[in-house]
C-alpha cells in the first residue's frame, strides 16, 4: 500500500507539471465540445487531436487523450437534459428526468447535478483504479458468456422497475427493442435477417438513430408550439444551482451508481452500456417515491450520470491490469501507446512507472478540471432555453438530422431516426414508455451472442449457468428480486404498481 | 476473376462512371478532386472488435498516415459474424476513397460459406480493390498457462482422451482463427468444442479467462499475453519459425502438413477511383517505411510484410483459393 | 363496441409479430447445442405477440382510443414531412441549403413568423452550424454541390 502511495506521488509530479497539465486541459477542453453535440463521440475528437501528439512523449500524449475520453463523457449529459436528445446509448436514462427537470425549470439544477455526479464518480474510479485494478482485473477476467449471460437478464429483471407504465407495457416494449436489435447479419453465422434487401442494415439499427427518432424527435411531434409557454422553460439565472433538497436527494444515488457503474465497467466487453440503465432501475427500486421518476426525479439523473462515468473509468481496469483492450476508446489509447513505443500488456506498470501513475494522477487533475470548466458553462447553456419554443424545435430537429448523419455518414440512419420518431410520437399516444425498448435494443446483441456462446461450451446443458460460481451468484440475485416482487405483488399492499394496474383496469384514464 | 487486368479495366470504368456522375452533379461534390484527395477525415472499418490483427494493425497505421495525409484517419469498429458484418458496410460503402477497409485472411472465405449454406453472397472478392497488403505472419497456436501442455504432442494427447471437453476460442464460425484450428483438428483427428467470438480479440480475452483452453492466434493479437506468460505458444503455422517466436516449433516439423498465415491488408470498395487509389498506394508505401509504424509492429512481434497492389493482387488470388478450399473441406458446421 | 386502446395497440402488435414470424421461416433455429440465427428471433417474436395478447386481453375494459387525444396530429404531420424532406434534400442540396430551408419551412411557414426575422436566423444558425462543425471539429457535413 505504501508503495502505490509512493508511485501516486511519483505520478502527481508527472501530471501536476504546468506542460502535462496544459494538455490535459486540452484535451478536457476538445472532450467536452465533442461530448456536447450529439453524433460525435470521444473517439472523433481523439482522432481530431491524434495528430497534435505525434512531437509528444508518452505521458502527455496519453494524459491529453484520456482527457478527450472523460471529457466527452461529461459533455453527453448536456443535449439529453436541455433537449432530450441523447447522444449515446449511455445517456438515454438521463433525457426522461433530466428533461422532465428542464420543463420544471430545473435545468440547470440537473446539468450541476450531473457534473457533480460525474465528478464524484470520475474520483471514485480513478481510486478504485489506483488500489485494486491487478486484482480486479483477475476477477473480471472470470466473466465469460454464461457469466455475462447471467447479467444481462439481470439487467431484464431490473427493467420491472424501469419504467412508469404496467409490466406487461414495459416488457412488451423491451421485446420490441430485442427484435430490433436483431436486424442485420446474425454476428455467429452470418445469416442476414430482416433486412429487406437494405445494404445499410447489415450492421444492425444504430442505438444512437433509434433513440434520437424515439426521444428527441418523438418529443418534438407530441409537443404542438401551441401548448408550450416559453416561461416554463426558462429558469432565472438565481435558480442555476440545485437546492438543499435537491442535493440531498442527489447524494445517495451518485454514490450506488459511482459503485456499481465502477463495478460493470470493469468487465471486458460491452457490458458497461448497461450500467446507466441499471442504476435508474435500482434508484427506482430505492425510492420512496417511485413514482416521482419520469416527472423530474433528482436520483434519475444523478444515479445514471455517475454510473456512466464509473464504468468509463472502469472500463481502464482490464487495459492496465492485462492489456486488454476493452472498447474502441481503450483500443485507440493502446495504439497510442504502441506508437510510441511502449508495448501494452501486464508489464506496462512495472516497465513504464511514470506513463502509468502519471496516467492515473492526470485523472484525478483532469476531473478537478472538468468540473470547473463544466459548472460556469451551466449558466451559458442554459441560456438556450431562452430561445422561444417556435425557434427553439426547428433547431432541435436540425440536430437530430446533423447528429445522427454524422455517426455514420449514413442517410439511411436518418431515415431510421424519422420513422423512429413517428413510431415513438404513436407508442405515446397509447401510453407506451420508449425507455426499455432502447435497453432492449441496446443488449439484443450482446444476449444473444452470450447466450448461444454458453449452450456452444456446455453443449446444451442449462447448468453451465448456475455450476460456474460468479453466474449462480447473479442468477440468485434474480431469483431472490422475483421472489420479492411476486410477494409484493401479493400483498398488494401500498404498491404503486398496483394502483398503476388498477388504475389501467379501471376506466380512469 | 485471376485476371487482374481484368478488374482494373472494369474498376477504372466504374471509376468514370463515377466521376462522370459527380460532374453532373455539379463540381466538388465527388472525387472528380482526385488531386486533392483527402480533403477530409478517411474512415478506415476495422470488421473486429478491439485487439484483433486488424486493429492493432490499423491503428498504429492511420497514426503515421495522418501527418502524411494531413487529414484524419478514423479507425471505426463494425464487428460481427467473424468480420462479414463490417466487409458488407465496406462493400455498400460510396466508393470515393473516404471508406477504406482493413481485413484480414478471412476476407476470401464468405462467399464461399454463403454458397455452402445457399444464400446469396453479401459479397465477393470481386466488391473490393485491393491496395497494400502490410502484415503477414504465421498464426500461432497457444494455451492458457493454467494449463499442464507443454508441447503440441501433450495437448493432442489429452484432447484425445476427453473428446469434446475441451474448448477452443475462435474469431467467429468460418473466420480466420477458425479455419487453421479446424484444420489442424481434422489433420489430428481430434474432437474439441467451439467457442465462437466476435474477433481475435475477444478470443484471447476468452483463452486467458480460461473459458477456452486452446486457440490459433494471430502473433500480433496474442504477443503482449505471450510476453506476460499468460499464455503458452505450442506451435506455429508458418513454413519455417517466426523470427519473433524462435523456439515455437512449426506444425511441418511436428508431423502436420499445415501451412497458415494471417496477413492484414487495405481494401478500398469497388468503383474508387484510379487516381485515389493510386493515391492510397503511395501514401501506403511512405506510411509503413516510417520507424513509427516498424517500431509498432515490433511490440507486438510483426514484422512489416508490404505488398503493394500488383504483388499483394497476384498473392491474394492464390491464398484466396486454399481459404475456398479450407472452408470446403471443414463442410457445414451446423447452425 | 367501443373502440379500446389498447385492444387496437395490442392487435397491431399480434398482426406485426405474425408478419415477421411468416417473414423469418427460412433462419434456421439449429439445436441447443448449437443454436442457430432463428433461434433468438422465434423466442423474441413469442415474447412479444405473449405480451400483445395479454394486452388486448386486459384492454376490454381499458380506456378508450378518444379522438381528442390527437389534436398534436396536425402541427405533428408537419414536422414529419419537413424532416422527411430535408432527409430527401440532405445528402443531394448538401448541409447549407437544406437545413437554411428546414429552419426557414418550420419557423416561417409552420410557425408563421415574420418573414425577415425567420430567414435570417434560418440563415445564420445553418452557417453558424457549418462553420462550427466543418471548421472547428473537422467533421464533414455534406457539401453543397453548387459551391464549396
Known sequence: MEATFDSLLLGFSVALRPDVLLYAFMGCLVGTLVGMLPGIGPLAGISILLPVTFGLDAT????????????????????????????????????????????????????????????????????????????????????????????????????????????????????IGLLLGMVGIDVMTGHFRWAFDIPELGDGLGIVPVAVGLFGLG?????????????????????????????????????RGSVLGFVIGIVPGSAHIISSFLSYALERRLSKTPEEFGKGAVAGVAGPESANNAASTGAFVPMLALGLPTGPVTAVLMAALLIHGIPPGPQLVTEHPDVFWGFVASMYVGNVMLLALNLPLVGLFVSVLRIPYSYLYPLIVMFCIVGVYEVNHSI?????????????????????????????????????????????????????????????????????????SAVSMLRRRNDWRARLAAEEAGDAA | MSNPGQIDRRSLMVGAAVSATALSLGPGSGPALAEDYPTRAITVINPFPPGGAADVVARPFAAVVEPIIKQPMVIETKAGAAGAVGGQF?????????????????????????????????????????VARLIADPCVLVVNDKQPYKTLQEFIDDAKKRPNELIFSSSGLYGALHLPMALFLKAA???????????????????????????????????????????????????????????????????????????????????????????????????????????????????VAYQDQAEFKAFWDVDARRIEDAVRSIGKVEG | ?????????????????????????????????????????????????????????????????????????????????????ATFLYTRLGFLITMSLLLFGLVGLVERRRVLPAALFSLGVALATWLLFGMVLKAPLPPAPVWS
Open chain 1, 60 to 175: 502527455k500524449a496519453i494524459v491529453m487523450l484520456a482527457g478527450i475520453y472523460y471529457g466527452s463523457q461529461y459533455g453527453g449529459s448536456t443535449t439529453s437534459i436541455l433537449m432530450r436528445i441523447p447522444g449515446e446509448a449511455a445517456s438515454v436514462m438521463t433525457c426522461i428526468d433530466g428533461y422532465a427537470m428542464t420543463q420544471k425549470g430545473r435545468g440547470g439544477a440537473a446539468l450541476c447535478i450531473a457534473a457533480v455526479g460525474s465528478f464524484v464518480a470520475g474520483t471514485f474510479g480513478v481510486i478504485m483504479l489506483t488500489l485494486v485494478a491487478p486484482p480486479l482485473g483477475t476477477f473480471a477476467l472470470g466473466f465469460g458468456p454464461p457469466e455475462f449471460t447471467a447479467l444481462l437478464v439481470l439487467g431484464l429483471v431490473f427493467l420491472a422497475y424501469m419504467s412508469a407504465t404496467s409490466l406487461v407495457r414495459t416488457l412488451l416494449m423491451a421485446s
Open chain 1, 219 to 255: 418529443e418534438i411531434l407530441s409537443t404542438p408550439s401551441r401548448s408550450v409557454t416559453t416561461k416554463v422553460v426558462s429558469p432565472k439565472l438565481s435558480e442555476l444551482l440545485p437546492n438543499r433538497a435537491e442535493w440531498r436527494a442527489a447524494a445517495a444515488p451518485i454514490g
Open chain 1, 412 to 484: 439511411v440512419d436518418v431515415w431510421i431516426m424519422l420513422a423512429m420518431g413517428v413510431f415513438g410520437w404513436v407508442l405515446r399516444k397509447f401510453d407506451f414508455d420508449p425507455a426499455p425498448l432502447v435497453l432492449g435494443l441496446v443488449i439484443a446483441p450482446i444476449l444473444e451472442m452470450s447466450l448461444r456462446q454458453s449452450l456452444v461450451m456446455s453443449n446444451g446443458h442449462w447448468g453451465i449457468f448456475v455450476q460456474r460460481p460468479i453466474a449462480a451468484v447473479l442468477i440468485a440475485i434474480c431469483a431472490g428480486l422475483l421472489v420479492l
Open chain 2, 90 to 130: 465496406a462493400a455498400n460503402a460510396k466508393p470515393d476513397g473516404y471508406t477504406l477497409l482493413m481485413h484480414i485472411v478471412s476476407i476470401s472465405g464468405f462467399a464461399e460459406v454463403d454458397r455452402l449454406f445457399g444464400r446469396k453472397p453479401k459479397f465477393t472478392r470481386d466488391d473490393f480493390i485491393p
Open chain 2, 189 to 303: 483427428g481430434l474432437q474439441v468444442r467451439h467457442l465462437p467470438t466476435a474477433g481475435g480479440g475477444p478470443a484471447v480475452t476468452a483463452l486467458i479467462g480460461n473459458n477456452a483452453q486452446a486457440l490459433v492466434s494471430s502473433i500480433a493479437a496474442a504477443s503482449g499475453q505471450m510476453k506476460a506468460g499468460r499464455v503458452r505458444p505450442l506451435a506455429s503455422f508458418g513454413a519455417t519459425r517466426a523470427p519473433s517466436l524462435p523456439d515455437v516449433p512449426t506444425m511441418k516439423e511436428l508431423g502436420f502438413d499445415l501451412e497458415y498465415y494471417l496477413w492484414v491488408g487495405l481494401f478500398a470498395p469497388k468503383g474508387t477511383p484510379e487516381p485515389i487509389v493510386t493515391k492510397l498506394r503511395d501514401v501506403t508505401r511512405e506510411a509503413v517505411k516510417t520507424e513509427a509504424f516498424e517500431k509498432a509492429m515490433k511490440n507486438i512481434g510483426q514484422d
Open chain 3, 1 to 85: 363496441m367501443k373502440v379500446r386502446r389498447d385492444v387496437v395497440a395490442g392487435l397491431a402488435v399480434l398482426a406485426g409479430g405474425a408478419a415477421l414470424w411468416a417473414s423469418s421461416g427460412d433462419l434456421p433455429v439449429g439445436s441447443l447445442a448449437m443454436p442457430g440465427a432463428g433461434m433468438m428471433p422465434m423466442i423474441a417474436i413469442a415474447l412479444v405477440m405473449v405480451f400483445g395478447a395479454v394486452l388486448v386481453f386486459r384492454g376490454t375494459a381499458g380506456p378508450r382510443l378518444a379522438a381528442d387525444h390527437w389534436s398534436d396530429a396536425d402541427h405533428a404531420l408537419r414536422v414529419i414531412v419537413a424532416t422527411a424532406v
